[in-house]
């Protein structure tokens, strides 16, 4: 069964955009070949990418989408945008279409963001890992990671790397 693995950047008070989506405050810390926290190998390991509508809005207009031509993208939202190449949509059976997508062949599925897609598929129990690059910065306010959970979850830590940008890389796996 495929893994569903949250792979996502949050400043250290737990924001993962500015309040209108915005990310360009990551931009000081962008991923290199020197530098790249671990995001060549876990691209490797996956095949597959959910996000919510405003991630793919933001990347959209950033013209980023690109660089993730060869995964199969499938964007939550509640507009349908039209299929484009590797993009689809899913406006409907949201918990349903994802725990089908977990039992196909291939690699793992990348959980983008944001925060209220996070929040739905840690209520219906479908996140498996998380690894989370705390960026060192404030952002005072914004977008939450971990936007209000319903439910209470454990979690263990695997690993812990420190950068000396800054960031610190955790990884962690969901409690059995």
Do not use: C
């Not at 597959?48 to 933001?58: A, F, H, V």
């Not at 509640?78 to 918990?95: A, L, M, Q, S």
């Amino acid at each position: 069964m495929k893994k569903i693995i949250l792979y996502i950047a949050a400043s250290i008070d737990g924001r993962i955009a500015e309040p209108d989506g915005g990310i360009e405050w990551l931009s000081e810390f962008p991923i290199t070949e020197e530098m790249n926290y671990g995001y060549k190998e876990f691209m490797a390991s996956i095949d597959t990418i959910i996000m919510g509508g405003r991630s793919w809005r933001e990347l959209s207009n950033m013209d980023a989408m690109g660089a993730y031509a060869d995964k199969a993208v499938y964007v939550i939202s509640r507009h349908d945008w039209g299929e484009k190449e590797n993009i689809k949509f899913i406006t409907e059976n949201v918990i349903e279409r994802i725990t089908a997508m977990r039992s196909e062949q291939g690699g793992n599925i990348w959980l983008f963001g944001g925060g209220e897609l996070v929040s739905m598929l840690l209520a219906a129990d479908l996140v498996d890992e998380m690894q989370i690059a705390y960026i060192p910065a404030i952002l005072g306010q914004g977008i939450s990671l971990f936007p209000e959970q319903p439910k209470e979850s454990k979690w263990e830590l695997i690993e812990s790397k420190n950068y000396s940008s800054g960031i610190i890389m955790v990884e962690y796996q969901k409690r059995k």
